[in-house]
């Protein structure tokens, strides 16, 4: 059964930093990508980054330099760390998998960057 679980999400002042982890089960990192999107109420969900497999990585623009994805297949866990935060990055951050035709999403992290 494939499951994404969340964590490391808080409250953290403009300028802050934070380590995302997305724990993966029911499937192993060396043979899928995982992607890290983010949802804000009422807007789209946006994608931030992707790490392949073979653990080639991908940045959106927005968060390109400041955010970074990262692996540890050994722990099936995905990271996102997040620097230079900003009010404008308070959202749900959520990872993904998609395999055989079929997305799959964690339940999300909660980040808020406000003083």
């Known amino acids: 059964q494939v499951q994404l679980v969340e964590s490391g999400g808080g409250l953290v002042q403009p300028g802050g930093s934070l380590r995302l982890s997305c724990a993966a089960s029911?499937?192993?990192?060396?043979?899928?990508?995982i992607g890290w999107f983010r949802q804000v109420p009422g807007k789209e969900r946006e994608w931030l980054a992707a790490?392949?497999?073979?653990?080639?990585?991908a940045h959106a623009e927005p968060v390109r330099g400041r955010f970074t994805i990262s692996a540890d297949n050994a722990k099936n866990t995905v990271y996102l760390q997040m620097n230079a935060l900003r009010p404008e990055d308070t959202a749900v951050y959520i990872c993904?998998?998609?395999?055989?035709?079929?997305?799959?999403y964690g339940q999300g992290t909660q980040v808020t960057v406000s003083s």
């Open positions: 993904n998998l998609y395999m055989s035709g079929v997305d799959y």
């Open positions: 029911g499937f192993t990192l060396d043979y899928y990508d």
């Open positions: 790490i392949t497999s073979g653990g080639n990585t």
